[in-house]
Nanobody, 120 residues
């Protein structure tokens, strides 16, 4: 079991910056990949960025060069640094973890989300 709690959302003007954190607890050493996703009102949830166990990262084209995903050494906190924010970055940002004990199937865990609003 993995529990995820996001924080750091808020209201920011276009061009500004914001940092999100996702605190993981439980069986964190079984986490193989973590990622940030967002969902704008009326739209489907979409991938923002992921970071795998080996450290490789993946970003949505819309955030490349502006957002940076990272995590601490103990895999207990995942960060999303967001710069040059645009109104279209507005949405609820969710943290997701993929867990695998090494002996069975993988499981997905989601946080409750944090609202990011970028004003024009």
């Amino acid at each position: 079991q993995v529990q995820l709690v996001e924080s750091g959302g808020g209201l920011v003007q276009a061009g500004g910056s914001l940092s999100l954190s996702c605190a993981a607890s439980g069986s964190v050493f079984g986490i193989k990949q973590v990622g940030w996703y967002r969902q704008a009102s009326g739209l489907q949830r979409e991938l923002v960025a992921t970071i795998a166990d080996g450290g490789s990262t993946n970003y949505a084209d819309s955030v490349k060069g502006r957002f940076t995903i990272s995590r601490d050494h103990h895999k207990s906190t995942i960060y999303l640094e967001m710069k040059s924010l645009k109104p279209e970055d507005t949405g609820v940002y969710y943290c997701k973890a993929i867990y695998n004990s090494g002996t069975g199937p993988s499981y997905q865990y989601w946080g409750q989300g944090t609202q990011v609003t970028v004003s024009s």
